[in-house]
């Protein structure tokens, strides 16, 4: 147990589908991000929220949309996916986001394939 | 450009000891984490490295070299429940964390 809950585990949608990822933290944090992890790639950092404000987009193509509204809960609304954004959606959190270096925890992921 | 550096796999026997490189290019440097993820489940904190030398926590320990721009995670007496991917991620001048794509080490009886 982490602290950070993600559901579901797992989600097949079709590329016209619309879906949510939800992700909460149980450990008083004010930093929640989205990162994208591939098959023997680095993690992709795609959003930051610090304190609910989105502090980073990092080039994500409109069709993943975060929402933040409150420091506990994180989502992600996904629209009309591509084959290629198949891949294990990771939540985390950190005690703040900035000018120290702090650990982040991970929840377990969504695996999202797109058919 | 910013860039780490570590196998993509590796091959140890239960018991024995194993070292997981990684080096790392950063535009600055506040230090290096490590993490470990077991297959389908999330990363987890092992250490925390900004100064040189050596930390120890029980079977693991984690070394970093500023000047070389390098780190290792050294696993003592291993067990088969070791078996995962352990991922370095550097951590530049912005405190942006810079990930490695991760080392997967499978231990074998």
């Known amino acids: 147990e982490t602290g950070v809950t993600q559901t579901p585990r797992h989600l097949v949608m079709g590329m016209t589908n619309k879906k949510s990822l939800k992700c909460e933290q149980h450990l008083g944090h004010n930093a929640m991000y989205w990162y994208k992890q591939s098959a023997k790639k680095p993690l992709e950092l795609m959003f930051v929220y610090n304190f609910k404000e989105q502090t980073e987009n990092n080039s994500v193509p409109s069709r993943f949309s975060p929402e933040c509204p409150n420091s506990s809960h994180l989502f992600l609304h996904l629209h009309t996916l591509q084959p290629e954004d198949s891949a294990l959606y990771l939540c985390?959190?950190?005690?703040?986001?900035?000018?120290?270096?702090?650990?982040?925890?991970f929840g377990d992921g969504t695996r999202l394939s797109i058919l | 450009g910013q860039n780490i550096d570590q196998p993509t796999e590796m091959t140890a026997t239960e018991g024995a000891i194993v070292q997981i490189n990684c080096t790392y290019q950063?535009?600055?440097?506040?230090?290096l984490f490590w993490y470990q993820q077991h297959a389908g489940e999330a990363p987890t904190f092992l250490s925390y490295n900004v100064l040189d030398g050596l930390e120890e926590k029980g079977r693991f320990s984690s070394f970093l070299s500023r000047s070389k721009g390098y780190s290792y995670l050294l696993l003592k007496e291993l067990q088969m429940k070791d078996s995962a991917s352990y991922l370095c991620a550097g951590i530049d001048s912005n405190y942006q964390l810079i990930w490695g794509a991760g080392t997967k080490l499978i231990i074998k009886p």
């Open positions: 985390a959190s950190s005690q703040d986001r900035g000018t120290v270096a702090l650990p982040q925890h």
């Open positions: 950063t535009s600055g440097f506040n230090g």
